[in-house]
């Protein structure tokens, strides 16, 4: 198809030749041009992996606490018998106590230290980089090599500890860290709570850093004293992130196997068991699959049902 034109002064006719429409070239990248197919394409990979490692094992473990499984057995379908079991052995229910009690009062160290840490960290000192890096350190170090020498501490025999005590006064005999399982209970919270108020306090430090310094010279002009200044002005501000690390640290904590199986392995006497640590005794260690897929997933309800309440009182803080 040709169409003239007109060109210059003299009134010169010219002519161009317009592309077919059926001729003109493809693009190269227009499947990636769909947004929906863009997004397919790039969530597949991460759909993929949490499929195989995260809902494939969830839905086995399900099977798994409905059947009478076992090793070398594939078993039957039994309901509901082996959470029954479980709910009646008087082990489960020291177990599921000591659960509830060792991650509320970690979760309560490790937020009191980790916000009284973030608001020393905020300050302007001398060496303030160095002491951040630092801080980081019972966070990176594996929780196994240093429960390890927390155990060695602890040790019954040759505590450290019990030498500094009675060397200081404030002892005359040895206390049983681990020997004894209500000691054996808090010592495996100190040490929790050591390992993971690194974590508070770095999270809390950066929400501490989005706070205008305005807000608080407005405070202090207003004749507000430091703790006035923090109930008033920094806690509410600091509310979101404190409930999303709180939820955080329930989860990592209520769910907790490598602290309690290195520091006392669930004893004296299945005296300091957690769900996960009782959960791998009867499961692996016995071999009765079934039962420890069902003690194990005793966590999930309960876990729900507190990750549900924060998160909604966090909506209700955005809402107002």
């Not at 006035?228 to 209520?254: A, D, E, G, N």
């Amino acid at each position: 198809m040709r169409k003239p034109i007109a060109g210059g002064a003299g009134g010169a006719v010219g002519s161009v030749a317009l592309p077919h429409p059926r001729t003109s070239p493809r693009r190269p990248r227009a499947l990636l041009e769909n947004e929906r197919l863009l997004a397919a394409v790039l969530l597949a990979p991460a759909v993929l992996l949490l499929g195989v490692f995260i809902a494939y094992p969830f839905v086995m473990g399900v099977w798994l606490s409905l059947s009478s499984t076992s090793v070398g057995n594939p078993g039957e379908f039994v309901g509901a018998k082996n959470f029954l079991k479980a709910w009646n052995d008087s082990i489960f229910r020291t177990a599921f106590w000591n659960t509830a009690w060792y991650t509320a009062w970690a979760t309560v160290f490790k937020l009191a230290l980790g916000m009284w840490l973030a608001l020393l960290l905020n300050r302007n000192f001398r060496g303030k980089r160095l002491v951040r890096a630092s801080m980081l350190l019972p966070f990176i170090v594996p929780t196994v090599l240093s429960t390890f020498a927390w155990r060695w501490m602890f040790d019954p025999t040759f505590s450290v500890l019990n030498w500094l005590l009675y060397q200081t006064g404030f002892i005359v005999t040895k206390v049983p860290f681990l020997s004894n399982g209500e000691y054996g209970l808090w010592c495996a919270i100190v040490v929790n709570t050591w390992r993971g108020m690194p974590f508070f306090a770095i999270t809390l430090l950066a929400g501490l850093q989005t706070i205008s310094p305005d807000l608080h010279e407005a405070a202090s002009l207003d004749g507000a004293n430091g703790w006035q200044r923090f109930w008033r002005v920094t806690w509410p501000l600091l509310k979101p992130v404190t409930i999303v690390v709180v939820v955080f640290s329930i989860i990592q904590t209520f769910s907790d196997f490598q602290l309690i199986y290195v520091l006392t392995g669930g004893g004296p006497a299945n005296s300091t068991h957690l769900i996960a640590t009782y959960a791998y005794q009867i499961g692996v260690a016995t071999g009765l699959l079934g039962e420890g897929a069902a003690i194990s997933l005793f966590m999930l309800p309960v876990l729900f049902v507190v990750v549900w309440a924060q998160l909604r009182y966090l909506r209700r803080l955005d809402g107002a």
